[in-house]
């Protein structure tokens, strides 16, 4: 069992940044891979990052490519997500996941964190 709980959202104005936490307790959660999903007001959830446990490869959403980085620190059971250059349309709850296959889609994700609220406003 992995649990998962995200901290550093908060208010920020168009152009900031923030970087997202999540913590995981538990001794198995550096055998899985990792995710960012996101969900605005009023829309359903969506992906945004992920990070291959075995060699490190990541993939991103084209909306955050270029702006977002996904890290991951296997010693402090810790994934971050660094989001640069945030705007309006950033404003959502940002929620880690954990899976045991290297995927962009929710139903492949095992363990859930209970999200993050990031907003972007000015």
């Known amino acids: 069992q992995v649990q998962l709980v995200e901290s550093g959202g908060g208010l920020v104005r168009p152009g900031g940044s923030l970087r997202l936490s999540c913590q995981a307790s538990g001794n198995t959660f550096n055998n899985y891979h990792t995710g960012w999903f996101r969900q605005a007001p009023g829309k359903a959830r969506e992906f945004v990052a992920a990070?291959?446990?075995?060699?490190?490869?990541?993939i991103y959403s084209d909306s955050v490519k270029g702006r977002f980085t996904i890290e991951r620190d296997y010693v402090r059971s810790t994934s971050y997500l660094q989001m640069n250059s945030l705007s309006l349309e950033d404003t959502a709850r940002y929620f880690c996941?954990?899976?045991?296959?290297?995927?962009?889609?929710?139903?492949?994700?095992?363990?859930w964190g209970p999200g993050a609220l990031v907003t972007v406003s000015s």
């Open positions: 996941a954990a899976s045991q296959i290297f995927s962009t889609r929710s139903s492949d994700m095992v363990f």
């Open positions: 990070m291959d446990k075995n060699d490190g490869d990541t």
